[in-house]
Protein backbone atom coordinates (compact mmCIF):
# COMPACT_ATOMS: atom_id res chain seq x y z
CA UNK A 1 0.00 0.00 0.00
CA UNK A 2 2.92 2.51 0.96
CA UNK A 3 3.76 3.36 -2.83
CA UNK A 4 0.36 4.41 -3.48
CA UNK A 5 -0.61 6.06 -0.45
CA UNK A 6 2.93 7.93 -0.87
CA UNK A 7 0.85 8.97 -4.51
CA UNK A 8 -2.11 9.92 -2.75
CA UNK A 9 -0.53 12.49 -0.40
CA UNK A 10 0.75 14.15 -2.65
CA UNK A 11 -2.63 14.63 -4.69
CA UNK A 12 -3.46 18.47 -3.73
CA UNK A 13 -7.45 18.60 -4.30
CA UNK A 14 -10.24 19.41 -1.63
CA UNK A 15 -13.12 18.85 -2.86
CA UNK A 16 -13.10 16.74 -6.25
CA UNK A 17 -16.41 15.50 -7.29
CA UNK A 18 -15.25 13.06 -9.86
CA UNK A 19 -12.78 10.00 -9.54
CA UNK A 20 -11.30 6.92 -11.61
CA UNK A 21 -9.23 4.85 -10.09
CA UNK A 22 -7.38 3.08 -13.26
CA UNK A 23 -7.08 -0.65 -12.81
CA UNK A 24 -7.86 -0.58 -9.63
CA UNK A 25 -7.68 -4.47 -9.21
CA UNK A 26 -9.45 -5.79 -5.64
CA UNK A 27 -10.27 -2.09 -4.76
CA UNK A 28 -7.99 -1.50 -1.68
CA UNK A 29 -7.01 1.72 -2.81
CA UNK A 30 -10.38 2.88 -4.43
CA UNK A 31 -11.80 2.44 -0.89
CA UNK A 32 -8.80 5.16 -0.01
CA UNK A 33 -9.71 7.23 -2.29
CA UNK A 34 -13.84 7.07 -1.26
CA UNK A 35 -12.47 7.91 2.47
CA UNK A 36 -10.68 10.62 1.81
CA UNK A 37 -13.04 12.36 -0.23
CA UNK A 38 -16.30 10.79 0.73
CA UNK A 39 -18.44 13.49 -1.06
CA UNK A 40 -16.95 12.33 -4.34
CA UNK A 41 -18.40 9.98 -7.24
CA UNK A 42 -15.82 7.11 -7.01
CA UNK A 43 -15.64 4.45 -10.22
CA UNK A 44 -13.19 1.69 -9.86
CA UNK A 45 -12.05 0.31 -13.32
CA UNK A 46 -10.44 -2.89 -14.30
CA UNK A 47 -9.96 -5.26 -17.00
CA UNK A 48 -9.88 -8.49 -14.55
CA UNK A 49 -13.27 -9.86 -13.76
CA UNK A 50 -12.04 -11.78 -10.69
CA UNK A 51 -10.25 -8.40 -9.56
CA UNK A 52 -13.75 -6.39 -9.38
CA UNK A 53 -15.47 -9.98 -8.41
CA UNK A 54 -13.10 -9.25 -5.12
CA UNK A 55 -13.54 -5.41 -5.21
CA UNK A 56 -17.30 -5.91 -5.12
CA UNK A 57 -17.27 -8.30 -2.20
CA UNK A 58 -17.25 -5.27 0.29
CA UNK A 59 -20.40 -2.91 0.03
CA UNK A 60 -19.42 0.17 -0.96
CA UNK A 61 -20.97 3.86 -2.72
CA UNK A 62 -18.07 2.57 -5.67
CA UNK A 63 -18.93 1.83 -9.11
CA UNK A 64 -16.83 -0.33 -10.16
CA UNK A 65 -16.61 -1.15 -14.25
CA UNK A 66 -15.18 -3.98 -16.34
CA UNK A 67 -12.84 -2.16 -19.00
CA UNK A 68 -9.80 -1.94 -20.77
CA UNK A 69 -7.90 1.42 -19.91
CA UNK A 70 -7.05 1.21 -23.29
CA UNK A 71 -10.36 1.89 -24.56
CA UNK A 72 -11.82 3.34 -21.72
CA UNK A 73 -13.52 6.96 -21.92
CA UNK A 74 -14.62 8.43 -18.81
CA UNK A 75 -18.43 9.49 -18.88
CA UNK A 76 -17.72 12.83 -17.23
CA UNK A 77 -14.72 14.93 -17.06
CA UNK A 78 -12.57 13.89 -14.02
CA UNK A 79 -11.24 15.71 -11.29
CA UNK A 80 -8.77 13.09 -10.43
CA UNK A 81 -7.80 10.13 -12.39
CA UNK A 82 -5.20 8.16 -10.03
CA UNK A 83 -3.49 4.57 -11.39
CA UNK A 84 -1.35 2.73 -8.83
CA UNK A 85 0.87 -0.01 -10.29
CA UNK A 86 -1.24 -0.53 -13.04
CA UNK A 87 -0.26 1.39 -16.10
CA UNK A 88 3.20 -0.54 -16.50
CA UNK A 89 1.09 -3.24 -18.37
CA UNK A 90 -0.14 -0.68 -20.99
CA UNK A 91 2.17 0.25 -24.02
CA UNK A 92 2.45 3.33 -26.24
CA UNK A 93 2.68 5.76 -22.67
CA UNK A 94 3.57 8.89 -24.99
CA UNK A 95 -0.58 8.56 -26.28
CA UNK A 96 -1.98 6.94 -23.54
CA UNK A 97 -0.91 10.11 -20.77
CA UNK A 98 -1.80 12.79 -23.25
CA UNK A 99 -4.94 11.20 -23.97
CA UNK A 100 -5.47 10.66 -20.06
CA UNK A 101 -5.14 14.45 -19.35
CA UNK A 102 -7.48 15.59 -22.24
CA UNK A 103 -10.53 13.59 -19.89
CA UNK A 104 -9.62 16.11 -16.79
CA UNK A 105 -11.36 19.11 -15.96
CA UNK A 106 -9.29 22.38 -15.73
CA UNK A 107 -7.58 22.01 -12.81
CA UNK A 108 -8.13 18.34 -12.34
CA UNK A 109 -5.15 15.75 -11.75
CA UNK A 110 -3.72 12.49 -12.68
CA UNK A 111 -1.67 10.80 -10.54
CA UNK A 112 0.02 7.38 -11.33
CA UNK A 113 2.84 4.96 -10.17
CA UNK A 114 4.50 2.68 -12.02
CA UNK A 115 7.00 -0.07 -11.22
CA UNK A 116 10.24 0.77 -12.70
CA UNK A 117 12.88 -1.78 -11.98
CA UNK A 118 13.03 -2.91 -14.98
CA UNK A 119 16.98 -2.58 -15.47
CA UNK A 120 18.06 -4.03 -12.00
CA UNK A 121 18.81 -8.10 -11.69
CA UNK A 122 15.54 -8.86 -10.04
CA UNK A 123 14.63 -7.96 -14.23
CA UNK A 124 16.95 -8.69 -15.88
CA UNK A 125 17.70 -11.83 -15.00
CA UNK A 126 14.41 -13.06 -16.72
CA UNK A 127 15.83 -11.47 -19.82
CA UNK A 128 19.30 -14.20 -19.60
CA UNK A 129 17.25 -16.42 -18.65
CA UNK A 130 15.16 -16.42 -21.48
CA UNK A 131 18.28 -15.81 -23.90
CA UNK A 132 20.47 -19.10 -22.65
CA UNK A 133 17.61 -21.37 -23.14
CA UNK A 134 16.14 -23.43 -25.67
CA UNK A 135 12.85 -21.37 -25.17
CA UNK A 136 14.34 -18.36 -26.34
CA UNK A 137 12.40 -17.98 -29.55
CA UNK A 138 9.06 -18.91 -28.08
CA UNK A 139 9.65 -16.66 -25.21
CA UNK A 140 11.70 -13.85 -25.80
CA UNK A 141 8.72 -11.52 -27.62
CA UNK A 142 6.45 -12.38 -24.12
CA UNK A 143 8.99 -9.83 -22.68
CA UNK A 144 8.56 -6.04 -22.26
CA UNK A 145 11.76 -5.01 -21.62
CA UNK A 146 11.47 -1.49 -21.09
CA UNK A 147 7.69 -0.48 -20.23
CA UNK A 148 8.30 2.36 -18.39
CA UNK A 149 10.92 5.03 -19.64
CA UNK A 150 12.90 7.37 -17.80
CA UNK A 151 11.48 10.08 -15.08
CA UNK A 152 13.03 12.95 -18.00
CA UNK A 153 10.68 11.22 -20.94
CA UNK A 154 7.64 12.13 -19.07
CA UNK A 155 8.50 15.23 -18.25
CA UNK A 156 9.38 16.36 -22.26
CA UNK A 157 5.91 14.98 -22.86
CA UNK A 158 4.06 16.15 -20.31
CA UNK A 159 5.11 19.77 -19.44
CA UNK A 160 4.21 21.29 -22.86
CA UNK A 161 0.42 19.83 -21.97
CA UNK A 162 -0.01 20.85 -18.35
CA UNK A 163 -0.19 23.66 -15.55
CA UNK A 164 2.07 21.57 -13.45
CA UNK A 165 3.86 18.37 -13.57
CA UNK A 166 5.65 16.77 -10.84
CA UNK A 167 7.55 13.82 -11.37
CA UNK A 168 10.12 11.09 -8.76
CA UNK A 169 11.56 8.10 -8.25
CA UNK A 170 11.37 6.16 -5.31
CA UNK A 171 13.47 3.06 -4.39
CA UNK A 172 12.11 0.96 -1.50
CA UNK A 173 14.26 -0.99 0.22
CA UNK A 174 12.50 -4.30 1.23
CA UNK A 175 14.16 -6.55 3.19
CA UNK A 176 12.16 -9.76 2.72
CA UNK A 177 12.30 -13.27 4.58
CA UNK A 178 12.87 -16.79 2.82
CA UNK A 179 14.44 -18.56 0.85
CA UNK A 180 15.44 -16.59 -2.29
CA UNK A 181 11.98 -14.31 -2.09
CA UNK A 182 13.11 -12.04 -4.78
CA UNK A 183 11.85 -15.22 -7.25
CA UNK A 184 9.09 -15.15 -5.45
CA UNK A 185 8.43 -11.55 -5.82
CA UNK A 186 8.95 -11.70 -9.46
CA UNK A 187 6.69 -14.65 -10.24
CA UNK A 188 3.63 -12.97 -8.87
CA UNK A 189 4.29 -9.68 -11.57
CA UNK A 190 7.13 -9.48 -14.06
CA UNK A 191 7.78 -13.27 -14.66
CA UNK A 192 3.84 -14.68 -14.90
CA UNK A 193 3.25 -14.09 -18.18
CA UNK A 194 7.07 -16.49 -18.64
CA UNK A 195 6.17 -18.96 -16.04
CA UNK A 196 2.43 -18.80 -18.02
CA UNK A 197 3.68 -20.21 -20.94
CA UNK A 198 6.07 -23.36 -19.83
CA UNK A 199 4.95 -26.52 -18.24
CA UNK A 200 6.76 -29.40 -16.82
CA UNK A 201 10.31 -29.79 -16.75
CA UNK A 202 10.94 -27.05 -19.50
CA UNK A 203 9.32 -24.92 -16.44
CA UNK A 204 11.37 -26.30 -13.56
CA UNK A 205 14.40 -25.39 -15.73
CA UNK A 206 13.89 -22.20 -16.89
CA UNK A 207 12.96 -21.27 -13.11
CA UNK A 208 15.68 -23.15 -11.37
CA UNK A 209 17.67 -21.05 -13.85
CA UNK A 210 16.60 -18.18 -13.38
CA UNK A 211 16.73 -18.43 -9.68
CA UNK A 212 20.28 -19.44 -9.22
CA UNK A 213 20.86 -15.41 -11.10
CA UNK A 214 18.90 -13.87 -8.85
CA UNK A 215 20.43 -15.50 -5.89
CA UNK A 216 23.60 -14.46 -6.76
CA UNK A 217 22.66 -10.95 -7.54
CA UNK A 218 20.61 -10.86 -4.04
CA UNK A 219 22.30 -12.82 -1.75
CA UNK A 220 20.77 -13.12 2.16
CA UNK A 221 22.18 -11.00 4.97
CA UNK A 222 23.76 -13.15 8.26
CA UNK A 223 20.35 -12.20 9.96
CA UNK A 224 18.84 -14.22 7.15
CA UNK A 225 16.74 -11.38 5.32
CA UNK A 226 17.42 -10.08 1.93
CA UNK A 227 17.63 -6.90 0.78
CA UNK A 228 15.36 -5.91 -2.59
CA UNK A 229 15.69 -2.25 -3.43
CA UNK A 230 13.05 -1.92 -5.71
CA UNK A 231 12.49 1.43 -8.33
CA UNK A 232 9.34 3.09 -8.33
CA UNK A 233 8.02 6.07 -10.81
CA UNK A 234 5.47 8.74 -9.56
CA UNK A 235 3.50 10.89 -12.31
CA UNK A 236 1.32 13.49 -10.97
CA UNK A 237 0.27 16.31 -13.37
CA UNK A 238 -2.24 19.27 -13.00
CA UNK A 239 -3.82 20.18 -16.17
C1 LIG B 1 -0.77 -4.62 -9.54
S1 LIG B 1 -2.49 -4.48 -9.76
C2 LIG B 1 -2.78 -2.92 -8.94
C3 LIG B 1 -4.16 -2.86 -8.33
C4 LIG B 1 -4.47 -1.58 -7.56
N1 LIG B 1 -4.32 -0.39 -8.38
C5 LIG B 1 -3.62 -1.49 -6.32
O1 LIG B 1 -2.73 -0.63 -6.27
O2 LIG B 1 -3.83 -2.26 -5.38
C6 LIG B 1 -2.66 -4.05 -11.49
C7 LIG B 1 -4.10 -4.08 -11.97
O3 LIG B 1 -4.15 -3.50 -13.27
C8 LIG B 1 -5.10 -4.22 -14.03
N2 LIG B 1 -4.82 -3.98 -15.46
C9 LIG B 1 -3.69 -4.29 -16.13
N3 LIG B 1 -3.81 -3.92 -17.42
C10 LIG B 1 -5.04 -3.38 -17.55
C11 LIG B 1 -5.75 -2.80 -18.65
N4 LIG B 1 -5.21 -2.72 -19.87
N5 LIG B 1 -7.00 -2.33 -18.44
C12 LIG B 1 -7.57 -2.40 -17.20
N6 LIG B 1 -6.94 -2.93 -16.13
C13 LIG B 1 -5.69 -3.42 -16.30
C14 LIG B 1 -4.92 -5.66 -13.59
O4 LIG B 1 -6.08 -6.44 -13.87
C15 LIG B 1 -4.66 -5.50 -12.09
O5 LIG B 1 -5.86 -5.59 -11.34
Redesign the pocket.
Known amino acids: ?RP?IDLLNRVDLSVPSIIY??????G??TRRLASRWPAARVTG????PV?LAEARREPSTITWID????E?EPEEPADLIF????LH??DGHETLLPRLLTYLRPGGVLATQMPRNHGEPSHTSIYDAIEAGPWRDRLLPLLRLHPVAPPEVYAQMLLPLAGSVDIWETVYLHNLPGDNPVVEWTSG?GLRPVLQSLRGQERHDFLSDYAARVARAYPPRPDGLTLFPFRRLFVVVTR
Open positions: MADLGCGAHIIDASMADIDWSNAAWLT
